[in-house]
Structures are given as C-alpha cells and as structure tokens.
C-alpha cells in the first residue's frame, strides 16, 4: 500500500510573534500580541491600553529566535525538516500598518530568515497573518471593524509576496481565521481581528462583519499572489475542532451540524467564494445589517484558495436542551465534555481519531489538497540536569495523532501535502501567554516570570521526530 508522497512536506510550525522576541529592533510597531501580559489556565490574559509600566508581556522578548535562528534552523535541519511554517511580523514591515512604503529592516529580515532555510532545503511556509497585526490599527481604525482595514492589508501582502517570490511558495492568509466564532471571549476577536467591543456592544454582527472584511481581503490576496507568481499555492487556515454530538440523539446530531455552521462557514467561503445559504438565513433571522457589497461577492469568486490549511489540537462535544429551539451554537455555552476521551493540563481533549475525521470532512467537502500546519501537545516537561527532557507523553499524543493521519491518506485516499507540528521549538502560549505549556521537540530554557538562559537543548522527541521524518512516516 502506497505511504505518504516522496515530497511530504514534514516540518514545525511557529508564529512570528510566539518566537522572536526583539519586539522593537529593526524599526518594528507595536502589534496586538505586544498589549498582551501573561496568563494561566483559567485565567484569560490581560488586554492593555498600549504598553503598560510593570506589566509582563511575554512576546516582547519571547525566545529570541530574532537574534537566534540560525542556530534554531540549524537544529530543525538536524531533525529532516522540508519545511518551516513561521509567519512574517506585519508590523516589521508596516509598523503601524497604514503606511505607503514598507520597512526595509524588516524586509531584510526575513529574507535572511528565509536565505538561512533555503540553505538547508527548508521550504518557508508562511502566513500573512498570525495574530499580530499592527496596534495602532486598532487604535485608530477600530481593526477589522474598518473596511479601510483591507487595503492596509493587500499592501502588505502584495509587498511581501513580490519580495520573497523567489524565496517562498507556500503562503496563508489568517491564521485561524475561525477563532472568532468564539466571539463572547476577549482573546479570538482581537486576536483575530483587533477587535476590542464597546461595553454593551451587540457583538455577533461586528465579528462577522470583521470575517467578511478579512475574507474579502484574502480573496485579493489570493489574486495578487497568482499574478505576482503564478506557482504559488495560497491557503487558508482553519482552526479544526470537530464538534460531535453527545449522542446519537436526532437532536443532539442537528446541534451538532449547527455548531459545525457557525465554526465553519469561514472555509466555503475561502473554498467556494461564496456564502452558505444557511448563514445568510442566519443573518436575515438575527436581523444582521452588513456591510458586504455585489463588488466584495465578485472579489471572493476570484480570490478562491489552493489549498486548506488547518489546525487539528482537539474535538468538542454538544448536545441539544430545551431552551435552544433554534439550535443557535454559544461557544461559551453549548460544549460539554466528551466522556470517552482524556484532556491535557490544560483541558484540551485528546482525540486522534478526531484527526482522521477531520481530514476525510475537509476532503469529503472540497477535494482539495489538505495540509495540517498545526498539531501537538501543550504540557508540563522536566529538564534533567543533562538537558534532555524524556516527553514519551508527546511522542505518543503525536504518534497516535500520525497513525490516524495515515489511515486517512493509505485507506481514505485523502490527499495531504504535509505536517508540521505545533511549537517545534518551545514558544510562548498564543492562549495563555505562558512558556510552561510547551509543545517543542526543542526545550527553550525560559520559565513564565521571563528567567532563564534561552539555552536549546534536544528533548527525546527530537530524535523520534527525527526518525519518523527519515522514514517518511514508515516507523507510524
Ligand atoms: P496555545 C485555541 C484553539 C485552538 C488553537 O495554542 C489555538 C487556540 C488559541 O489559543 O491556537 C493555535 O498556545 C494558534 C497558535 C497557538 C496554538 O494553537 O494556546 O494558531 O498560535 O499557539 C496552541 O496552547
């Protein structure tokens, strides 16, 4: 039986903003992930007006990868890496986003950045938009609440895709930009979107008219790209957290589809370049007034995507109660706890076969090329006095998660252009701002007050990492 392709793009994924550090070097602004302090499990971090005195903010300095790539690049090499998803700060390259001329430090940045991968054959794989848009979009504009929003954007876009047209192939536009379906929390919509809602805010609509603007400007994104090189492959990125029903109860199963509705429509439009009916049937009931143009309906048919990009971490479970006739999906409100699966520290249930369902719902639906661009387990790890750390918890949460990936490509024929797992080198948590959830194949000596030597050593799931990318997954 035929295994993973010969060019499987395995690799590890960061976001700029988890990893560099260097928060004001080279010219850089301000971004949303700077006016964030550090929180715990349960406890959600502190969004601050601007930079606050006496405050810990742990991405300003996070694990210096600004000054250190290339003894990080080196050590992905050493695993087999054929490619390394990172993101490219926006505000290194537009420090306050509404410029007319990009930063030229910054440019030159990545394109040391991205020189140091292709030494190595590492293919760069890059997303536009990693929760670190430029601060002073939100300040001044509102975020994405803001059409102008957009061609800030497609500026930086169509600058960073004409620079690294050589250097880079694979590109996606937001990251998860799904997220935000959990709109009655702080973090996803300014994450997200920038968005910070005003006290007593309706704020259902204002995130979907967020999305729509963010959609609009990947559709040109898209176009531009394709222009700019026409081999390039452009994807989206969905955070994939199936939401199964409780039981087999009719009901339970129509919350269920409803749930998967409002998670993720974002991907038909990406996908299709059009809206579900069921969500414009969504907006007429809830009486929704949004700014979404016959122009912005044509920009999405043009800017479909190549390829689906996703996040695969965990499922969710729901069930239908009487008080939901409509079976309106609450993030906050209608998840319960699957009994027949186990979560990590942090309450993330831990489902490998939720990764095979997973990929067949994405290939069932769309038939298009699929890639997991994020995967892995946020946990407690012990470095021994030699440095190493012996994480067999990881190397199973990963081994599980790739033998049900298997299946979907051996027997489901889906088809997967690569895998790169979460936080290949420890890295603040996007959730919680701490470094104790790492997810690394790396440990970065670095503890949740900021201490530490920032000393790399390799974990022992380095080196079955290592094997499984040698053995092209034949070892699963
Ligand atoms: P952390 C929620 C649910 C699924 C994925 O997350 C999520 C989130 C947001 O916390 O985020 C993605 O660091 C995201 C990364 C993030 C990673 O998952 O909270 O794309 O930036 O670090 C893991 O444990």
Known sequence: MPGF?????????????????????????????????????????????????GKNYPNHDAIDFYHRYKEDIKLFAEMGFKCFRTSIAWTRIFPKGDELEPNEAGLQFYDDLFDECLKYNIEPVITLSHFEMPYYLVTEYGGWRNRKLIDFFVRFAKTVFTRYKGKVKYWMTFNEINNQANYHEDFAPFTNSGLKYKEGEDREPVMYQAAHYELVASALAVEAGHAINPDFQIGCMIAMCPVYPL?????????????????????????????????????????????????????????????IGFSYYMSFATKATA?????????????????????????????????????????????????????????????????????????????????????????????????????CIDLVSAGTGEMKKRYGFIYVDKDNEGNGTLERSRKKSFWWYQQTIKSNGENL
């Not at 006016?35 to 971090?45: D, F, L, N």
């Not at 269920?256 to 009931?285: E, I, K, Q």
Request: proline share 4%.
């Open 323 to 423: 008080d939901n006739p409509q079976l309106d999906y609450d993030e906050t409100k209608s998840l319960v706890k699957n009994p027949y699966v186990k979560a990590s520290d942090w309450g993330w249930q831990i489902d490998p076969v939720g990764l095979r369902y997973s990929l067949n719902y994405f290939y069932d639906l769309y038939q298009l090329p699929l890639f997991i661009v994020e995967n892995g387990f946020g946990a407690i790890d012990q470095k021994e006095s030699d440095g190493s750390v012996n994480d067999q918890y990881r190397i199973e949460y990963m081994q599980n998660h790739l033998r049900e990936m298997k299946k979907a490509v051996v027997e489901d024929g889906v088809d997967l252009m690569g895998y790169t797992p979460w936080g």
């Open 247 to 307: 039981t087999c109860n009719p009901d339970d199963m129509m919350m269920s589809v409803s749930a998967m509705h409002r998670r993720y429509w974002f991907t038909d439009v990406h996908v299709r370049g059009y809206y579900p009916r069921h969500l414009l049937n969504y907006f007429a009931r809830k009486g929704f007034n949004l700014d979404i143009t016959a122009e912005d309906l044509q920009i999405l048919k043009r800017g479909c995507v190549d390829y």
């Open 5 to 53: 392709k010969a060019d499987f793009l395995w690799g590890g994924a960061v976001a700029a903003h988890q990893l560099e550090g260097g928060w004001q070097e080279g010219g850089k602004g301000v971004s949303v992930a700077d006016v964030m302090t550090a929180g715990a499990h349960g406890v959600p971090r502190e969004i601050t007006d601007g930079v606050l005195p």
